[in-house]
């Protein structure tokens, strides 16, 4: 699958990789739970991938998701796609009437679309500056966040998974 060899090949190499991240988004969506799913294309060419879910809240709050994996060609990376993704999968999840969306990530980077660091909201195991939230309807809620099994695939069968959560970066 085209999807499957550009989030591969983009995340190679990636210092924070889990090398996990294609079988992740092929897990999702064997699963139904990948929410979003945009493409970026050059020349018929798929260049760029976002992916969507949704994530559990502790304090039982719905409506909330995690964005990612984003991955961008190495070839393109650099050029402003992924930042482009980002603004569609937000622009898609407010018209889905999504309360909030995390992120796992570079605070600097995702801090120009509107994440911050929430202190009452956790990903447990993770530096708390990196884990980030945008709330688009009401406030951000408290509690430890989950993302889906789909995160704790193991690269060494494809799509076996174990509980628990793990970085959507």
């Known amino acids: 699958m085209a999807i499957e060899s550009l989030i591969g090949s983009a995340f190679r ?5 889990g090398r996990t991240e294609q079988l992740i988004v092929r897990a999702l969506r064997n699963d139904g739970q990948l929410s979003i799913s945009l493409v970026a294309e050059e ?3 798929i260049v760029g991938h976002v992916a969507v879910s949704p994530v559990s809240i502790s304090d039982d709050t719905d409506g909330w998701y995690g964005l ?3 991955a961008v060609a190495p070839a393109c990376q650099g050029r402003g796609i992924g930042g482009q993704l980002t603004l569609q999968a937000l622009a898609q999840l407010h018209t889905m009437g999504a309360a909030g969306c995390v992120v796992l990530g570079d ?9 911050r660091a929430e202190p009452t909201l956790v990903l447990p195991d993770v530096p708390a500056e990196y884990f980030q939230s945008i709330a688009f309807a009401g406030s951000v809620p ?4 989950s993302y889906h099994e789909a995160f704790n695939v ?3 069968n494809g799509l076996n998974s174990a509980s628990g959560s793990e970085d959507a970066g």
């Open 13 to 17: 190499n990636a210092r924070h990789a």
């Open 43 to 45: 020349n018929g060419a």
């Open 68 to 70: 990612g994996p984003i």
């Open 107 to 115: 605070p600097d980077y995702y801090g120009r679309f509107g994440f």
């Open 142 to 145: 408290s509690g430890n966040v």
């Open 154 to 156: 193991q690269a060494d």
